[in-house]
């Protein structure tokens, strides 16, 4: 569980970082970055727009031999969507981002909340 701050972002991908270290079938290093920064996004959205202060968001983390999954849990029920993209704006592309990275990713609804989760294959 990490606080709804900024600087969970950060925190998150340390967490990430040392989960992936452990694995018994270790990432390359160009998608460790890929499933890195995917952590970056789904946590600041997850904290921009499914949080209020005082709440928490949780980073879960599967890693199997074809590929890891991240799902960031947070308690609003109310779906991210990809923005059109824009070179004038300066966020709204994290989605964009994921979309490009992930194999596979999308939203399930959660008793309380959502889920959005994202898969890298190996």
């Known amino acids: 569980m990490f606080p709804a701050r900024p600087e969970s972002s ?3 991908r340390a967490y990430v970082r040392e989960v992936l270290a452990r694995d018994d079938e270790p990432l390359v290093e ?3 970055d890929d499933v890195l920064l995917i952590v970056a996004e789904l946590v600041t959205n997850a904290y ?3 949080t209020e202060p005082d709440e928490k968001l949780l980073v879960a983390v599967l ?3 074809k590929l890891v999954r991240i799902e960031v849990h947070d ?3 109310r779906r991210p969507h990809m923005r059109n ?3 004038a704006r300066a966020r709204g592309r994290g989605l ?6 992930a ?7 959660r008793p309380f909340g959502k889920a959005v989760w994202a898969e890298v294959d190996r």
């Open 75 to 77: 308690p609003r029920r």
């Open 10 to 12: 950060a925190q998150a």
């Open 30 to 32: 160009a998608k460790r």
């Open 96 to 101: 964009h981002i994921v979309d490009a990275l």
């Open 85 to 87: 993209e824009s070179g």
């Open 63 to 65: 890693t199997t031999p």
């Open 48 to 50: 921009r727009y499914g």
């Open 103 to 109: 194999a596979r990713w999308n939203v399930d609804d």
